[in-house]
C-alpha cells in the first residue's frame, strides 16, 4: 500500500528540512574521532515509535539506502538482520551502515547527504570498494564511475580473478593497489576472516590517508575481549574453539563459518594498524534503524 501523497510529501519535506547532522545522528555527527567510546553499549530505551513499530510488524521511514519515503515490513524477530525496505529491499544493518557513512560524507564535502542516492548524486569523484557485489546498497552506488565490488569465491582462486564476472578477492590478501580507494564497505564480513585483522591492515593499506572503513560486525556491547570461536590449522582447515556458529550466504548453501566475534579488543588493535575508529550505538525508528545492537563502525586511515 502506497503512502498517501499529501502525507509523504509534507513528511518528507519535514525531514529534507532538518539539518543532516541533527537527523541522523542523537548527539551531533563529527568527522574526527572520540577522544574516548562511551562503554559498555548497553541499548537505548524503546521510543514509543520504535514500540508502535515492532507491534504493528512495520512502519514508515526515510531509507538512508534509496533515499525514498516508504514503508518497511518486519517478518522475523531478528531486527537488525530484517526490517526490509519496500522500495530498494535494504534491511536494518544496510541502512544503519548507510545512516553513517552519508553523515560522514555530508560533513566532509559540504552537501546535503542523506543517503547512498545521494552519494551518488554529490560524489561521483570518490572512490569506493564494496565487499559485496549485490544487495541494495550495491544498487545504489554501483553506478559511481570509481566504485569496485567483489565476492570471495574460496581458496581454489586468487585475489583479482574474475568469477562468474564478478571479482574474486581475498581480504586477507588483496590484490588492490595501495592508498587507492576514499572508502570501503564491509557488513557482517569481518567475523567469517579467519585472520580479520590481516585483512584489516590490508584494508589500511589500499585507503587513502584520511579513507575510512565503515563497517558492521557482530560485537559483544559488553565483552572486552575478542571470543575467537574458530581458527585455520597448517593445512587451511578450521579448527573449531567452540561450537561452530553458521550464517547465512547466498552464494553457500551450508552458510559461512564465524571465526571471531568481537569485544572492545577490536577497536585497540585497529588502533595499532593505524586507524582511529569511531563506535555508533544508532536509534532512528523514523529512518528504520530499530532494536538492539545497532552498532556501526568507522575506522579512518591515519
Known sequence: MGIPSQLGKLLGGGLRALDPGKLLYREG???EP???IRFPCNPPPVSRLEDWAIRRRGGLLNC???GNFTWFKIKADNLREDCACTSCGAMNRNRQLA???SG???KQFGKPIRSFRSVAEYCRD???YNTESTGAIHNQLSGLPHYQCSEYFGPAHRSGETVKGVMHQDLMELSLEDNSFDVVLSSDVFEHIPDPYRAHQQVHRILKPGGRHVFT????PQGFLDESRAKHDAKGNP???APPIYHDDPLSTTGVLVYTIFGLEMLVRLRQIGFLTNLFHLSAPWLGIIGPNALVFDALKI
Not at 560486525?217 to 559483544?220: G, T
Request: with cysteine.
Open 29 to 31: 555527527f563529527k568527522l
Open 34 to 36: 572520540e577522544s574516548f
Open 64 to 66: 538512508t539506502v534509496c
Open 99 to 101: 545512516y553513517v557513512l
Open 104 to 106: 560522514a560524507l555530508a
Open 126 to 128: 570518490i572512490a569506493i
Open 217 to 220: 560486525v557482530p560485537f559483544h
Open 239 to 241: 579448527v573449531f574453539l
